[in-house]
């Protein structure tokens, strides 16, 4: 039997070699503890220990920022930075080009809000000649993520959006339909290149975007039942490409259309930051524990704010007026799991999420005034949890488990290869706690059923002060669930729940190349695992092996 102590899997245990293992780090139990001694200085000796123990146990995780630069000579321990473009002039852009090779190397990814920016084709009167417009300007800063790889290796993170009435929206609707554009001077679409090679530049290929919503769309829905032709395009873009997504600002949240890569924290202000740390609902034994480690973890981040280094001046400012966090879950297909629940939130985890929401608003605001300085204006945000996901061995953010098998392609010697694997949080599931396959109700199994995703996504939203970061999977475009004829269902599903969300993303199943799984049944990949083949061309077609 593991111990909470160790690593689920090897998987966790290699991300944590080849990512976060180094210099008086050597350990997983040696990084927790120095994590919180550099952090949390102001902390009581015993609160120090026992937030160190619940990261030892994976209790709680902070972000990777703060676990990659604890013991390092930099302390950029925040994921991303949230810009928003404030003005429409040439001043405005520079200042955008600065900020965002500041923030990308940084090691964080960036977003902003392009709505300001005139259309393109606008007449200019101070210097004459026409406004390039918004996509023009997220198409400089894809390339400057490009090139400002962080860290010297790590592909910049980048989400860009634009209002739903901006006058060049439709522009924005097609920008990333890879399919439909020919690369200058072939016959060849950019959709057709990156599903040969991935790494090939196509316009936007570093940059999630999404299309803003607001007020005086909600309000014209509620009246009207209309939901426009923006945002049905939006949705049939969604489900051809997975792009654009949809930014949901409604009301007291209208002006928070700033986001970071992933799109969990929101703000009003350009120049803010990320914060983030996750508690692991699957390792929390009681809902008496579950108050102990919101009320330590938040305090982490709180004390996080005090302590993070941050690339320039005005992102300091922001950061002591707003004081944002974002403690976020993960764990929370796992802990259904053990309990016999489908994937929907059922009464006990409504009062999990309860305890979550109320003791991470009180703690915040009452320590912050223990400390004497500024209380944060928000404190919830769900993350997507990746690696750190990974490092747990559990369920990433609100996701339910991907595939519990599938087919992993990769390319080797310009041959494509492949081997069966067992999802790592489904095998724990199975051989550890008698979970029988069949019953994990994974994301492939609800991709034709996005509303249940929407809707838990939706229940989950309420108890949080900021975003969830989550990503419906559809099934592929022109298949028997998702096709022209789909386009309205999808379209009047998400306007049903939007007013209680702050976004949506979608990926349908083979949308972009380089897709490296395929799912496969359980006793497929027991029965051949650990064994590589080598497939021929023709079998790996649409991005993924063996389709």
């Keep these: 039997m593991i111990t909470k102590s160790e690593f689920r899997n090897s998987l966790a245990e290699n991300v944590f070699n080849c990512k976060y293992r180094h210099e008086g780090c050597e350990t997983w139990e040696k990084l927790s503890r120095s994590v919180v001694n550099e952090v949390c200085l102001e902390m009581r000796e015993d609160e120090k220990n026992a937030l160190a123990n619940f990261i030892v146990e994976k209790k709680f995780i902070p972000g990777g920022r703060y676990l990659y630069y604890t013991n390092r000579g930099v302390k950029y321990y925040n994921n991303c930075y949230l810009f928003k473009s404030e003005e429409d002039t040439r001043e405005d852009w520079a200042d955008l080009v600065y900020k965002v090779q500041s923030a990308l190397a940084s090691g964080g990814g960036i977003g902003n809000d392009y709505s300001i920016y005139r259309r393109e084709g606008a007449p200019l009167k101070r210097t004459g000649g026409l406004a390039s417009g918004p996509i023009k300007a997220m198409k400089i800063v894809n390339e400057i993520g490009r090139y400002v790889q962080q860290g010297g290796s790590r592909r910049s993170a980048i989400w860009a959006g634009l209002r739903w009435n901006h006058a060049d929206a439709h522009k924005m609707l097609r920008v990333k339909d890879w399919n439909s554009q020919v690369i200058p001077g072939t016959s060849t679409t950019y959709g057709e290149a990156k599903q040969r090679d991935f790494t090939l530049s196509a316009p936007l290929d570093c940059t999630n975007i999404s299309i803003i919503y607001n007020t005086e769309w909600l309000e014209n829905y509620k009246k009207t039942g209309e939901v426009g032709d923006i945002f049905r395009e939006n949705a049939k873009y969604a489900m051809m490409n997975g792009e654009p997504g949809f930014s949901m600002n409604f009301y007291d949240k209208e002006h928070e259309t700033a986001r970071n890569a992933c799109c969990e924290i929101t703000s009003e202000d350009d120049s803010d930051v990320c914060n983030l740390g996750s508690i692991n609902l699957a390792e929390i034994d009681s809902i008496d524990e579950l108050r102990s480690v919101v009320e330590l973890a938040t305090k982490f981040l709180l004390l996080g704010t005090l302590r993070s280094q941050l690339p320039f001046d005005k992102i300091y400012e922001t950061r002591k007026k707003n004081r944002r966090l974002g403690l976020g879950i993960m764990g929370i297909h796992e802990w259904l799991l053990m309990r016999n629940y489908g994937y929907e939130v059922s009464d006990e985890l409504h009062e999990w999420l309860t305890v979550y929401r109320d003791i991470s608003d009180k703690i915040a605001n009452d320590y912050a005034d223990e400390l004497n300085i500024s209380r944060p204006v928000a404190k919830r945000a769900v993350a997507p949890t990746g690696t750190i996901g990974i490092l747990a061995g559990t369920t990433t953010g609100i996701e339910p488990i991907y595939s519990v098998a599938y087919k992993r392609r990769y390319l080797r010697n310009n041959e494509w ?83 209680g969300l702050r976004g949506i993303t979608c990926y349908p199943d083979g949308a972009r190349g380089g897709q490296p799984i395929v799912p496969c049944s359980y006793e497929e990949a027991m029965a051949k695992q650990g064994q590589v083949f080598v497939e021929a061309h023709n079998m790996c077609k649409g991005g993924v092996c063996g389709a």
């Design 417 to 499: 290869h492949c081997e069966y694997i067992v999802d790592s949080t489904a095998k724990y599931l199975i051989e550890e706690r008698g979970i029988h396959p069949d019953s994990i109700e994974t994301s492939i199994d609800l991709a034709q059923n996005y509303e249940k995703r929407i809707k838990f996504q939706y229940d989950v939203e309420k108890y949080i002060d900021q975003a969830v970061s989550s990503t419906i999977n559809l099934p592929r475009w022109g298949s028997e669930h998702n096709n022209e004829d789909k386009v309205e269902n999808f379209v009047q599903c998400i306007a049903k729940y939007a007013h």
